[in-house]
């Protein structure tokens, strides 16, 4: 028996196996071994031992780059789960008008973000919608791409409009999976209401949690494609986050060995976020 | 240190997993590429794979080229593919990384030297273009379209898409402030002197305003202001940055204290100036048809007009250019054709068209007496020509240029002050260029 | 189909642990045989083993005298019954029944047949388009039976099958099993941990703890002459009360001293080789009003500490004169008040005796079996 | 307590709202003769099937967007398949090198997939895979994210579902096709649903490793309005407009089993 569910087992596994070999492990080696030379896409990887680790830890722009990625990972991760998890309640119940604007929410998600970038940096430009909105609320116009303490934010926005109905869907789904009594004492319409959703539904749903903060983080802290796009990582870097870093370094600088020490860097932290996540998920389900 | 074959490394992925035979195939695929197609005897035939960015116009007018040369020399196959700008150097660092680039490119000048250095190009060989010497080529082109193309003494490719950077300013700016709009200034004293007046309370509106968060144009924009004092960004031949001097300062200075920084348009500063929230740009010969395309309102001669680079006062002018190339790879299959279709492109009056179908130079000698030339801005740049400077050239460019623009930009959001962000900037050429 | 189940030598271990070793198991043909121990005890995993969801270590099973030791589970000729039915709640009541039957490809008029007989016998004829989440509990565990039977196999695995449904209706259910068993004479091996279930359907009930059958017999045999401490215990609620007390000959007899308790019993009919320290064991039933009727019963002095009215019956937790706690069990109404002191007295024929390995020596009820008047001393 | 109701109908459609306006936006961009204005509130001129009739006759644009449509649902019917597969058996089979699997897929979560792209571009070219839609499907043919979804929606799965199946006598493969496909299926629309959109944007690799512009994507469609001075956004927003438009069909198509209960492993044991 257990030799057929072995043999079952691997040979469910086996397109998986061969393909995370390929296209993961196999280039992840390759990546550490360039991480230890120095590299230019051409000619021959020069083995410099530590010296791309021993540069990027004394470079500046790496540690800036550092702290815009963990700014950018909690900003983005974690306000798109609160907002994402208050709209799910009360759209999880069923209803035509709230599919209609789950599929509204889930618009933005859907678009690709070449499209969106090009959308927001007009609404952030001089005299843009960003700025509309900011005089009729009395705050009045921002430099919101162009000064370097409100990129990063203007950034976020952007980042949290885009995908924060990815999430809605998600908590909709786990939340609809909860016993229907739990659920519908979980609607917000009252103070006693809303300690049930604290007391209740929030530890009900831990396991969609742990889905999609992992989802969630490991996904914020490779993205380099909205600031990429949105504001090159500018103004003065304000907006460079390490991945994007690493991409100018690889394909811009051609530093390839550089940008694989970058890359280790990164998957060794969040290896560890993983890994206390797995941990957490396993004690969960024995 | 010890060294790896380049592609084994990455060839072991494939071998691993895919066994002997697939490799052994391409293995010995690799070895049969070096029968050139095309030669000065036979003529121009074969497959030309050519890789340039996208630009409406210029894909329209290249294409219908592509048909024309294809009926001419029926045994030719030009293959084009439009990238998208933001990616093109991507696209080709890959390619070459597999060693099967495209045949023909066209690409940044400023990107030749990294190119070149990694031995992906070839250059050029008068014998290509039927001519006996590199001088008798280069006596066919602008007395000064090659410094851009040179690396090491050696010539990579052709121009195209020629640019010397002047000035572009509001008339109806210049109106509203009291200024008179035929008469530009000449001095970047004057610049900002003007600047100041055509600057309002807020800096909602602003004189000059700089191309920002742009490599290229940063180095386009700065060169003027350095080198008209006399000043230099790095010293070449030391290979040290050369901004924490008198000159390096002052110039640094003086780019902070024009424009604000903090104006915002999805287009930057042309979409600035094209709505008149800037009244002066520095750009090239394109601004006169890309100002209104972005806004239709804005009109060349009436709305927005050119003038000659500016000067420091007492100063010999210099002024910022760039050139596109077109460059032929080292492993191309078909070199004789790829060149011989380049140059067919600048034979007869197909200079001519290209310039006002697409707004692209290619400076052949005598292309400013050309129909298409006649507009002020060509003759603007003409006359420049002579001392257009095209910046350094160095296989890390991008890196160092991305240097220089971060120096800048810290100077200009009043970040750092010009002292440190020379300093900084110094500091980082010496890690680039080390 | 003849022979039932046998389990011979069969051995499990998780890597360094042995969950059970070279055990032996014979459930004979048609009949209906209750495992029963605590949780933990290895008895869902014997029955796994032989349903073959686990492999063996080493052993073998036979399911109709066929040796199934590395057979496919759905090869062995067995039907199951699982703890919460785990039913395929995607598939309707007839999918669910006709699963097995697809499986092995069985013709699809054939399967039709099967599963109106099936349906019909179980009186699940009117849902048979239902999801199982549309059923009641009865009607899933019918579901689960009928999925079971319908490929008519040789033997029935039934683990835990009742304990996720509410008293009554486990009651019921009950009913319906033993009904079926009857029926359908076929062979069930049943695993449980309710005491209840193992005695009132089990033809014989086999007692597993921590990886040993402590004693297999019918229900009466194990209640009445339980071969360890652990049976005694394990099986009857409220639970044997055990003292402990040491054994010293005295003439004829054998005095028992436990506390300030001192029972003489004739030494006839005990076994020769008594420890000099035993368990006096005795169920709370046993536990009587003192009355001077004649029949041979020794003498319990205790005081009330509280008392537990079922209605039926009176739960009484008494304590002795040192302190231990000994429980009765009394018709209702009856017996002295919280806190007072009385005799009680537990006859000869309803005590137990177990050595110090935990395993019986003597059982009261074999002298009652010799018909012999039995002295009574105080 | 009652009051609360309205008011929560009110905070939802106000975030919607808040949701929407930069669609809104987008809208009127679109539809604009040119690029001058960039208030984005009042439509000035309605030119929005003019622009998207000058995309789709400039026959690139149909194109990439045929691709990306065939490329992003291949992709994502094989990394459903794929992750279903894998999925399952880690989370219900014991079978030699799960754990290897399993550390697999967190590194491949892990791992940034711009340092992969250049050794899987080279492992490509070796078997001539560049230029071909094989080459612009497998590298992306199943995910870690799949997986893991999978495998924590497969944790719910009662085992002892499982063995009476095989108590039934079906083989794994028929308990894996009958028993837990159907059982997976939120999740599995979920990976379907993720992957796609995921697909839907890919810029970077379609990029490198198709030299033929038939083989282009919608991403490349759209980085392709911005020229070497700025962007044409009035047409670029126009195209914008048109790519949302089949991942959104799909959505709905997909909502009503999507959303009809996705434990996520979740409450239900």
Redesign the interface.
Known sequence: MSTVEARAGAGLAAPAIVYFVLFWALPALAALYLSFTSYDLSGTPQWVGLDNYRQMVTSDEFWSSAWVTLLYTVFAVGPTIVIALVVAVPLAKPGRFRAWLRGLIFIPAVMPLVGATVLWQVIYSTGGLADTIAQAAGVGARPWLTDSDYAIWALLVMVIWKYVGLYVIIFVAGLQALPANVFEAAAIDGARTLRTFFLVTVPLLRRTFTFVIVVAVTGAMQSFVPAYLLTKGGPVNATQVLPLYLYNNAFSYSRFGYASAIAIVLLVVLLIFAFTQFTLVRSDEE | ???????D??????L???GGA??QL?LTGCGSDDQPVGSSKAGPQGQV?V?M????ANTKYFNAKIAEYQKKYPKVTIKP???????L???L??????G?P?DLIKVGAWTLA?RAS???LAPLAPADFGVGSLDQLKSRFEANAFAALTYENQIYGTPIDFNSVHLWYRRDRFEQAGLDPDKPPTTWEQIAEFSQKLTNADA?KVGLQWQ???NIWAMLNFIPLIHGLGGQIIDESSRRGMLNTPEGIKALEYYGSLGN????????A???FA?G?SAMLMSGR?TSS?IP?????AKLGKTFDSAIVPSWEGKEKVAAGYSWGWMVAKKAKNPFTAWHFINWLTEGDNVDQQLSATGLVTPTAGWQKLASASDKASQQLEEQIPYTDFGPVLP?W??TI?ALL?SL??VI?K?QDAKTAATAFDDAVG?ILK | MTDGIRVEQVTKRYGNQVLFADIDLHVQDGEFLVIVGPSGCGKSTLMRIVAGIEPVSSGRVTVGGRDVTHAHPGDRGIGMVFQDYALYPHLSVEGNLAFGLRAHHVPKDVIRQRIADTGEALGLTDQLKKRPGQLSGGQRQRVALGRAMIREPAAYLMDEPLSNLDAALRVQMRAELIEFHRRTKGTVLYVTHDQVEAMTMGDRVAVLNEGEFAQIGTPTDIYERPATVFVATFLGSPRMNLLGATVRPFEEEVELTSGELTWRLPRKGLPADLPESVRIGFRPESVHMRVDDGTPAYPLAATVSYRENLGNESILHLRDSTGRAIVARLPPRTGPRDGEPATFQVPLADLHLFGPDGRACWHGIELAADGQPLPWSA | MRIGRPLTAVALIGFVALMLLPLYSMIVLASAPDDGDLSGLGFHGFALFDNIGQIMTDGRFPRYLMNSVLIASAVSVLDVAISAAAGYALARLRFPGRAALLNLVVIALSLTPAVVMIPVFVMLSEIGWLNSYQGLIAPFAASALGVFLVRQFALGIPVQMLHAARVDGASELRIFLRIAVPLLRPALLTVLLLQFLAQWDNLIWPLIAASEQELWTLPLALSSFEGEHGIVYHLQTAAALISILPPLVLFSFLQRYYVSGLTLGGVKR
């Open positions: 240190m010890s060294a790896i074959p380049r592609r490394l990455l060839r072991g992925a494939a691993l997993t895919l697939v490799s391409t794979v890789w960015h996208e630009e409406p593919l439009y990238v998208p700008i933001a990616n150097d991507t696209k660092s890959t390619a070459f990384t597999t099967a495209p990294e990694k031995g992906q909602s920002l968060a742009d920084p903090k104006l915002s348009d999805p287009v930057g042309f979409g600035l709505k929230t394109f890309l395309a972005i806004n239709p309102e890390q991008t890196e991305k971060d930009e810290s959001h970040k890690r």
